[in-house]
């Protein structure tokens, strides 16, 4: 069992930044790789970032360039938001996966707008 905890949402100006992180706790050596996932009002879930311990991350493409992934030993999972677009507003979760299964945080809100 794994306990994830986000932090750092907020409201941001257009262009602005925000840097999230996510505390873990429990049974870390579980974990396989981590993730974070967004999710807009009226949208399905969706991966926007995920990476290994040993350094090897993926992006969506609209956020490739503005968004930086990046873990402690799966203690701490962070993700840099730089260059906020409204489109980027959503609750942001953590997640870790599992050999069988998946841990969720609570999620943060991060609300872009003017």
């Known amino acids: 069992q794994v306990s994830l905890v986000e932090s750092g949402g907020g409201l941001v100006q257009p262009g602005g930044s925000l840097r999230l992180s996510c505390a873990a706790s429990g049974n870390i050596f579980s974990i396989l790789s981590m993730a974070w996932y967004r999710q807009a009002p009226g949208k399905q879930r969706e991966v926007v970032s995920s990476?290994?311990?040993?350094?090897?991350t993926s992006y969506k493409d609209s956020v490739k360039g503005r968004f930086t992934i990046s873990t402690e030993n799966y203690r701490f999972l962070f993700l840099q938001m730089n260059n906020l677009q409204p489109e980027d507003t959503a609750v942001y979760y953590c997640?870790?996966?599992?050999?069988?299964?998946?841990?969720w945080g609570q999620g943060t809100q991060v609300t872009v707008s003017s």
């Open positions: 997640n870790a996966r599992h050999r069988i299964n998946n841990s």
């Open positions: 990476t290994t311990n040993d350094g090897e």
